[in-house]
């Protein structure tokens, strides 16, 4: 067990990690064997801690990652509120404010990219130590292995130290014992991650030229106290389940819609977790009936349960990038809101949605 040197300087203790992520990519697990490899392969003494909600597939999460040397003890549990090091598992996360809340000087990120470097480009947060770009879902696919595995490989290259063989070795520890069969194609998304990560410089890099606003400061990450809380407890962050943006949980597939086979069974809509399928009254081989309309792409997480449900193959298992115009993309008109939105309105923006009104029309109540 070597042991290993933190670039952290003399006034600070820990080198600190803060993962921002949304559930099903992994990230609680990242944590857990980056705390657990700081103490077996490192020499370090680590701790490691997860915040989300429900454990759904689709909310926010948030891991913590301290380190320090092994004669130091690490006597602080609280959030990390100034990364060194901030990984962000998805570029759509860049979204929300607080996600990068508390970056300074010597903050480094890591972004997942799911899309083009330039969209990103203009949220970067100037002031900051450097930023890296990993194509993690696509390494993820190709690799048969995970994002938050891609991530790790990342981090160690970034960090500096920390081997390669390191994050292979807790790799083989974590997942080699529970999933053998997935054990290589996990480590071939590590390798892929520490040797295709890269640094963003250049035209696309604002931060770089020092034009891009500052990080937000530590008090966004503080949360909502009686001041400053939305009205009415509506929680407008990303992936929360008003504003329910579940995109950046699917992980390179999604269900697609061939609607001439459907029989307008509703076993999906039964299935789907999230209220993803629009039915609406209409005919189906000239009956009176709700049928199918399409999806709201916008609230699926593609956890692809409806494919496996559905008894005539009228759903089927597509590659997202091949179907950037998802045919049958029927937005959910009550539900697709914006967090801004809900931040002006409070909760009454969110009662008087037309479906309440239409309840209590039906009801025959005043609207
Ligand atoms: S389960 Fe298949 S056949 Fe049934 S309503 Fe859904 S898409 Fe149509
Ligand atoms: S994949 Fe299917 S079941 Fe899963 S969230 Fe999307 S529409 Fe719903």
Known sequence: MGKAKLPVNGS????????????GLGA????KMLGELGVKYLGLNSSSFSSYGSEKTGTPVKGFIRY?????????????????????????????????????ENTEIIVGLDGGVNEISGQIPG???????????????????????VMLGAMAKVMGFM?????????????????????????EGIRRGY?????????????????AEKAPGRETASGWGYATAPEGGINPRFGSSVVSDLSPSRQGYIPLFIKERCINCGLCD?????????????????????????????????CLRCVEVC?????????????????????????????????????DGYVTSESYLTEKRMGGGEV
Request: proline content about 5%; overall charge negative; some cysteine.
């Open 12 to 23: 600070s203790e820990y080198y600190e990690i803060r993962l921002e992520s949304i559930g």
């Open 28 to 31: 609680n697990l990242c944590g």
């Open 68 to 104: 320090c040397d092994k004669d130091r003890e690490i006597r602080v549990h609280s959030p990390v509120i100034s990364p060194n090091l901030l990984v962000v598992f998805h570029q759509a996360l860049l979204k929300d404010e607080s996600v990068l809340a508390g970056c300074g």
């Open 127 to 149: 002031g900051i130590k450097a930023c890296y770009v990993i194509n993690a879902q696509q390494i993820a696919m190709e690799t048969h292995s995970r994002i938050n595995v």
């Open 163 to 187: 081997e390669l063989e390191d994050v292979n070795q807790i790799c083989g520890d974590t997942l080699g014992k529970k999933y053998p069969d997935a054990l290589q194609g996990n480590l």
């Open 195 to 211: 040797e295709e990560i890269k640094e963003l410089t250049g035209s696309v890099s604002e931060f770089a030229k020092g034009t």
């Open 270 to 302: 039964s299935t789907c977790p999230d209220m993803v399928f629009q039915f609406v009254p209409g005919k189906y081989k000239d009956k009176e009936m709700m049928v199918n309309k399409g999806l709201d792409y916008y609230h699926c997480k593609g």
């Open 311 to 347: 008894p005539v193959n009228a759903l089927v298992r597509g590659l997202e990038a091949e179907h950037p115009y998802k045919e049958y993309f029927l937005p959910n008109k009550d539900l697709v809101r914006t967090p801004d939105y809900y931040l002006k309105t409070g909760a």
